[in-house]
């Protein structure tokens, strides 16, 4: 059943989303019952939200403020403009920004009041510098153990930890880090991160700690410390490889057939011609291409740099799979519907190129990417509507 969120825009937003080439219906209860779900899972750690990448691509202001209504008070975002934007809808949550904090950006962080994730010695100079002039203000401490992306060396954050010299104002709120390979439960790496983290996290005694992200959380409780911070799974995709998916689809992206047309066996489908028709077929076009996100890996045929699967992806229409046929182009996307029984696509109807029918994962799959990036790509030009279904 589709209830429509309350409408808030004074213009009319449901002609735009009918007639969208390119849409996206995010559900908010799916989200929320999602975060509750991971919530859960975290045991005795309470569970954050991490949204950034404008929430995963469904749009900050709106499952930010989903999030906070389930019972998040502790976000994760990537900017300071992010958290900005978050801070509306989220009044007296703790925002994390993991990029960190940079000469110029302070008023950001402290009119909205933001909290920097300080991963290298050089913002750690500059965060002891900014201090010694504002005073006391909260920040995070990020610690590699592993990752080797952001966060102080092990080493350095233990000394940190033991050094008695640093100003009082310095207050770290939290101690974390990330895992590496926490998709692969049976990866060594997993326990190696663990082990250095919980020598971390013993020396900043009295400071919560952090390890988990979705993946993290499912390898149990040793790795949920007192703060786990879910992402992917939240917006119903995969997090760790190989295991059944248990979260609810939550955003459905679809584009409109712009026509219908007839071809007959031995003609040649988009850019290169490297489809062949083998029968009399019916094509869709419809309206959305890589410019849109989506993405030219997920051609049908010719794209060789894709090694990985042979096969490209499928879109979903009037109870169909249907295959996309030869290259996806910038604005376009061919579909082969020759096997839906005729009359049933029409120019106007939508194809479903993610949602419940087709999973963000297996379409990522197809174009040898993950979930993530099919969600964060999906950004530019579509209409995006929220609902919400219940269960
Ligand atoms: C993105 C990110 C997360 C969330 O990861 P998911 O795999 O989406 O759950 C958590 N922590 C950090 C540091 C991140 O960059």
């Not at 045991?43 to 939200?49: Q, T, V």
């Amino acid at each position: 059943m589709w209830i429509m969120s309350e409408p808030t825009e004074l213009y009319d937003e449901e002609d735009a989303f009918e007639s969208a080439g390119l849409r996206l219906s995010v559900d908010l209860s799916a989200l929320a019952d999602n975060w509750r779900d991971m919530a859960r899972r975290s045991g005795r750690a309470r569970a954050s939200a991490v949204v950034k990448a404008d929430a995963y691509g469904m749009g900050i202001e709106d499952a930010g403020e989903a999030l906070y209504l389930a019972g998040a008070r502790d976000f994760f975002v990537a900017t300071a403009d992010e958290g900005a934007t978050l801070r509306l809808f989220a009044p007296d949550a703790r925002i994390f920004v993991l990029a960190g904090i940079w000469p110029g950006l302070e008023r950001r962080f402290f009119d909205n009041d933001l909290v920097p994730v300080v991963s290298s010695e050089e913002q750690l100079a500059f965060w002891m510098g900014t201090l010694s002039n504002y005073g006391d203000y909260p920040c995070a401490l990020h610690v590699d153990t592993g990752f080797n992306r952001l966060g102080l060396d092990t080493a350095d954050a233990l000394l940190l930890a033991s050094d008695v010299s640093r100003p009082a104002s310095f207050s770290p709120v939290l101690v974390m880090s990330h895992l590496a390979c926490g998709d692969d439960p049976s990866s060594a790496m997993n326990r190696q991160q663990l082990e250095s983290f919980q020598e971390v996290s013993a020396a900043f005694e009295g400071i919560e700690s952090s390890l988990a992200a979705s993946a993290g959380i499912f390898l149990g409780p040793e790795y949920h410390f007192d703060l786990t911070r879910p992402g992917i799974a939240v917006y119903g995709a995969e997090a760790v490889k190989g295991m059944p998916n248990l979260m609810r689809p939550v955003a459905t992206a679809e584009a409109r057939v712009v026509q219908v047309r007839t071809v007959r066996a031995g003609g040649t489908v988009s850019y290169g011609g490297t489809l062949c028709l083998d029968r009399d077929s019916r094509l869709a076009i419809v309206s959305a291409g890589y410019a849109d996100g989506y993405l030219r890996s997920l051609s049908g045929a010719g794209v060789p740099l894709r090694q990985a699967v042979t096969e490209g992806a499928c879109g979903f229409i009037a109870g169909h799979k249907v295959p996309v046929a030869g290259r996806i182009t910038m604005d376009l996307t061919i579909f082969d519907v020759t096997d839906v029984p005729e009359g049933l696509v029409r120019a106007g109807d939508y194809v479903e190129l993610f949602g419940n029918n087709i999973l963000v994962d297996d379409a990522a799959r197809a174009a040898g990417t993950i979930g993530y990036e099919m969600l964060t790509s999906v950004g530019l030009r579509h209409e995006r509507r929220y609902v919400e279904t219940e269960e």
